[in-house]
């Protein structure tokens, strides 16, 4: 019996666009920015902020380094949200019909600079707040690691006190989805243009 549903993020939740933080970027004159960014994980200083290895502090400044004009922190910042391009509301309201019958549960390899930003912002849409939508979260820059680790998954499981066997992981890298299913969780795959609530 199904009791709990665990989402990604981005690509599942909020719509990402790599390129449009790659652009950002080479604008402020980064050209090595395609090194650093992939859809699914992420390198050097960007990879250490999303495994919560390096202060916010620390990433400007690396990032600063591969900069060749003098960019602020503001400026930095901006151009990492690009990566994300919003949440359409009728997500934000599934969220809400799920949380009726289902425990609500949010697993994301993210940062933070962009979950105190832009990622809070897009959930304010409808007045509310990210933890009005769930029961619970865990970012990979708290958790110190990233999926598909299986720490993350196991740190999942203690927090919320679930049974991996109750509850359905929803993630558009196979790779997560593969990673949750050998822990025993049941899965579904969020490909490219479908909807988490059209899946259900």
């Not at 979260?137 to 998954?153: D, G, L, N, R, W």
Request: hydrophobic share 40%.
């Amino acid at each position: 019996m199904v009791k709990n549903l665990l989402f990604d993020l981005g690509g599942v939740i909020m719509d990402i666009r790599r390129e449009n933080c790659e652009q950002a970027f080479r604008e402020l004159g980064m050209d090595s920015i395609g090194d650093y960014l992939g859809d699914y994980g992420q390198k050097g200083p960007f990879a250490a902020l999303e495994e919560g290895k390096i202060t916010e502090r620390e990433f400007h400044d690396e990032v600063r380094a591969l900069i060749a004009r003098d960019v602020t922190d503001e400026e930095i910042d901006l151009a990492f949200n690009r990566f994300l391009t919003g949440i359409p509301v009728r997500r934000l309201e599934e969220l809400r019909r799920l949380r009726k019958e289902y425990k609500i549960y949010l697993l994301s390899n993210t940062n933070s600079i962009m979950w105190r930003q832009d990622i809070a912002r897009y959930f304010r849409q409808e007045g509310m707040e990210l933890d009005d939508y769930f029961d619970g979260t865990v970012t990979s820059f708290e958790a110190k690691c990233c999926k598909p680790e299986e720490a993350i998954f196991r740190l999942v499981v203690e927090k919320f006190g679930i049974e991996p066997g109750e509850t359905v992981f929803f993630d558009d890298s196979k790779a997560n989805v593969e990673a949750a299913g050998k822990l025993g969780f049941g899965t579904r795959h969020v490909a490219p243009g479908m909807e988490f609530y059209e899946i259900l």
